[in-house]
């Protein structure tokens, strides 16, 4: 089954219910279907198997996602802000036929003079009648996304029709999704969380709300109160920037919302806390996966679970082992197993080394309690060395984040000639913030252990993320 | 300079380094604090506190101690004359 044949499904069981609204449009599963046949009808001739895709979030983006796979190719999802150098690299390995775009992403390409793959605007696409798609060949990969990279270079992550599967209807069943649900989406559709969301609202038959923007936060209530929405979907740094709305009008716009899902980099506690006060009438959920081992874990931040740092339990069908060689520490590298993990990498055998036997070697630390919960402390490559002492850089920015003045804060190891590494801070302050480093310091000396302390502190202008939202911690060394 | 600013000005650094140790050494009390004690005659001065203290040293006097500077600090004292001869 592939994602063409949800919505087919929800087309035949909901056909003039409206699947999707975007900021200009809305469409019924029914039209939505016939405009994907239309889509796929136009480019199913075409003789690379791999199309690349570019744009904001939009029905049109849907539209072209949807009917590149319905033709039988693959869809290379591309960033919208990519870099040149980024696309470049990304273009050779997937060496796809062309690239369909929006215009605003048309006008940002045209500028990098080194790209050779023509160009294609959804407008351009020519509508054909709508062929008989058994003349397509079939393809087991649905998409091809590149990582985000938070240690190194990108690498070509392939996703197959049976692994989407697999996913959509573990998230259907832990966050119970149905057909009632109105979802809005803010985050971008070219990576893995923000399409997860798509997946599954075509599978459900629930109506999908996008928006280009996740940092509109006025946009994304007013749109959630609009439409009764009852699910979102938002990056932990989103959701610590809502609470500086006060907490009754939160309230109220959520008051509709049974879940806000979010998604794996470390959430505050005290945001995660606060949206347990805030949702009256639901659950802040989580997430941990890579794009390599999508939905790996869920986490439902009940009233009665206190694990406020936890990731949550393996996803059904999914095992978790943790790969420790050091015996007196229960932390090791986060080992994931099932039919969510990718077989190989596209094309890169060195990448491949992280697949043995069906496990994925995540590269990022964590451990496992008594009673099954992961907790993640960062990456393997993240990890600073005091003097033999080992700090995830996650359990520091914690600690300064409690600092009224803080709005965000990056801890990573820099070179010291005695100890190896010292931790350095970057940090930035919050708008009339009169925040000191003296304060900073004197805040880590009384909640961190001696060999935790940092050494530098620099306040500036922002930090390096991906639009994951996870720290690009090689920029700042 | 007159010596009415100077004295309060090393008065002030005193202060400031007499903090620093308090700071780095929560649990010590005020009589076991001295301007001479060396660093073996505190239980709790190790190569983390070490660095602590020039941490805190750099950042409230805006200075940077070389690695020799660092090394060589044994008491408050010596944090103390470190700290004059980067401020002259």
């Known amino acids: 089954m592939n994602v063409t044949d949800f919505l087919k499904n929800s087309a035949y069981k909901f056909p003039s219910k409206t699947a999707v609204i975007d900021e200009e449009k809305k469409l019924t599963f029914k039209d939505l279907y016939q405009e994907v046949q239309k889509f796929s009808s136009s480019i199913g001739s075409v003789n690379k198997s791999v199309i690349g895709l570019i744009a904001e979030n939009s029905i049109s983006f849907i539209i072209s996602y949807l009917g590149i796979i319905n033709s039988g190719k693959t869809a290379h999802l591309i960033p919208f802000e990519i870099s040149e150098n980024n696309l470049l690299s990304q273009l050779r390995s997937a060496n796809p036929e062309f690239i369909i775009c929006s215009s605003g992403a048309k006008q940002n390409l045209s500028k990098y003079s080194s790209i050779r793959t023509p160009l294609l605007e959804f407008g351009e696409v020519s509508s054909k009648p709508i062929q008989n798609l058994d003349n397509f060949k079939t393809n087991d990969l649905a998409y091809l996304i590149y990582t985000s990279g938070t240690t190194s270079e990108p690498k070509g992550v392939p996703i197959t029709h049976a692994m989407m599967e697999f996913t959509t209807k573990n998230i259907i069943k832990v966050l119970g999704y149905t057909s009632s649900d109105v979802d809005i989406l803010p985050l971008p559709l070219y990576h893995s969380f923000g399409l997860g969301c798509l997946h599954t609202s075509l599978c459900v038959g629930s109506t999908l709300v996008l928006l280009k923007n996740a940092n509109n936060l006025e946009k994304i209530l007013e749109t959630t109160k609009k439409y009764n929405a009852t699910t979102l979907a938002a990056i932990p740094a989103t959701l610590t920037k809502f609470l500086q709305f006060d907490k009754k009008v939160l309230e109220d716009y959520f008051s509709t919302i049974r879940l806000i899902i979010t998604n794996s980099t470390s959430i505050p506690t005290e945001t995660v806390k606060k949206f347990k006060e805030i949702l009256r009438n639901g659950h802040l959920a989580t997430y941990y996966g890579l794009t390599e081992a999508s939905r790996s874990t869920f986490m439902i931040f009940d009233k009665t679970n206190k694990r406020e740092n936890s990731v949550g339990r393996a996803a059904p069908e999914i095992r978790i082992k943790i790969v420790n060689h050091d015996n007196n520490s229960k932390a090791g590298e986060i080992w994931i197993k099932g039919n969510n993990v990718i077989k190989n990498y596209w094309d890169n055998v060195e990448a491949d080394k992280r697949l043995v036997d069906g496990w994925l070697r995540t590269g990022d630390i964590g451990y496992i309690d008594g009673e099954g919960y992961l907790f993640l402390l960062g990456r393997d490559d993240d990890i600073i060395n005091v003097g033999g002492e080992k700090i995830a850089p996650h359990e520091i920015e914690e600690v300064v984040k409690q600092l009224s003045g803080v709005e965000d804060v990056a801890a990573f190891g820099v070179d010291h000639e005695i100890f190896g590494q010292t931790i350095k801070l970057n940090i930035v302050k919050s708008k009339n913030s009169n925040l000191d480093k003296s304060i900073v310091l004197s805040h880590c000396m009384k909640n961190l252990e001696k060999f935790k302390i940092p050494t530098k502190i620099d306040f500036v202008e922002d930090i390096p993320k991906t639009d994951y939202g996870k720290v690009k911690r090689f920029m700042l060394k | 300079m007159i010596l009415a600013d100077v004295l309060r000005d090393d008065t002030e650094i005193k202060n400031t380094i007499r903090n620093i140790f308090f700071e780095v050494f929560p649990n010590m009390s005020e009589a076991d604090f001295s301007w001479d004690k060396e660093q073996k005659d505190y239980p709790a001065w190790d190569s983390f506190a070490q660095l602590n203290l020039i941490t805190f040293a750099e ?29 002259k």
Do not use: M, Q, R, Y
Request: glycine share 4%; with cysteine.
């Open chain 2, 59 to 87: 950042t409230k006097f805006n200075i940077t101690l070389s690695l020799e500077e660092s090394i060589g600090i044994k008491s408050a004292n010596d944090l103390l004359e470190c700290v004059h001869s980067h401020l």
